[in-house]
């Protein structure tokens, strides 16, 4: 099973903040690997998908909000590789379709809503049953590609980057990427996660957690040394997909300076952390730090609207 990727490019940022805390800025650009299947999305999707064809499943089922990133990718994965998709998507249909469900639907995508209430159910074997009944024989993902194989796949990340680097830094969600991350690093190496929920602390059992099945499950992990990790929790800007002026305005700087543009959603809030704890000295002099750049660029499309308000201000 392949696709056509170009190689993430890793780009150096030559930012005065950057030379002035005596450190070198790299980001990992995978958003730029594919259109549509970019991002931490393909690590996720990989094994789900290559799991999928290995046992005759002929249709991926999954779940996410009606901005999803992982409802959009797994909708091109699956018609570029074959499969049926369908997307259980949380909260009552509204039309015109969004963006995001609009392609997922030129995809071949069949969509299915539910109730919020019922949606909370989604990891439970009661609903798995109800959706099995109702699709027949589908191979589940869950949310996010949120499973062991999406850890296996981001274990691949760091890979792609052809220079060591000291801190890695990404931005979190369900951590899964985090962890693929941390298991896939040499001794010396850190990663470090920048939750974009509000009060993220929380993510740091998920974290050991997720490591410890991962671990246990036999599954490979390119180093076993206990995995370096912190979680920076500052820089949620009010909670998921929460944003104000000042993000706004970094990311729009960001990308005019630099050439690299941001989701408001994940990376906006994580390069507006790396830059502000540049400035507050909280990397080591010396230090060569990677900000991988996770994708998530289709979800901007659906934040326009919001965004004419913010310029309205
Ligand atoms: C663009 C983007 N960046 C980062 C993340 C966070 O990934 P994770 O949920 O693995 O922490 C997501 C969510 O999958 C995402 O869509």
């Known amino acids: 099973m392949s696709l056509t990727f170009i190689a993430p490019p890793l780009q150096q940022i030559n930012s005065e903040i950057a030379r002035h805390a005596g450190v070198d800025l790299y980001v990992l650009r995978l958003d730029l690997m594919h259109p549509w299947v970019n991002g931490n999305k393909w690590f996720k999707l990989k094994y789900n998908l290559l799991e999928a064809k290995e046992k005759n499943f002929t249709t991926l089922l999954t779940f996410g909000g009606a901005y999803s990133n992982h409802i959009y990718a797994t909708a091109a994965a699956g018609n570029l590789f074959?499969?049926?998709?369908?997307?259980?998507?949380?909260?009552?249909?509204?039309?015109?379709?969004?963006?995001?469900?609009?392609?997922?639907?030129?995809?071949?995508?069949?969509?299915?809503?539910?109730?919020?209430?019922?949606?909370?159910?989604?990891?439970?074997?009661?609903?798995?049953?109800?959706?099995?009944?109702?699709?027949g024989e589908v191979f589940i993902i869950p949310e996010g590609g949120s499973n062991l194989n999406g850890v296996r796949g981001c274990t691949e990340i760091i890979d792609r980057a052809i220079i060591t680097f000291d801190r890695i830094c990404v931005a979190c969600g369900t951590a899964t990427t985090l962890a693929g991350i941390a298991l896939s690093l040499h001794e010396g190496q850190r990663a470090i996660a920048f939750p974009v929920l509000k009060n993220g602390a929380f993510l740091a059992q998920e974290i050991e957690s997720l490591l410890t099945n991962y671990l246990a499950s036999g599954l490979p992990a390119p180093y076993t040394s206990p995995a370096s990790w912190e979680l920076v929790c500052d820089y949620h800007f009010g909670g998921y997909a929460k944003m104000n002026n000042d993000l706004l305005f970094f990311s729009q700087q960001f990308t005019k300076e630099h050439g690299v543009p941001l989701d408001y959603v994940y990376t906006a809030k994580m390069f507006y952390g790396v830059m502000d704890l540049l400035k507050q000295g909280f990397f080591c002099k010396g230090d060569r730090l990677l900000l991988v750049h996770t994708g998530g660029l289709q979800g901007n499309v659906g934040m326009e609207e919001r965004l004419q308000r913010f310029s309205k201000i």
């Open 82 to 135: 074959g499969f049926r998709t369908i997307g259980v998507i949380r909260g009552e249909e509204r039309l015109p379709l969004n963006p995001t469900l609009s392609f997922a639907v030129q995809q071949g995508m069949q969509l299915v809503y539910l109730s919020r209430e019922m949606y909370r159910q989604r990891n439970t074997p009661k609903l798995e049953e109800y959706l099995q009944q109702r699709f």
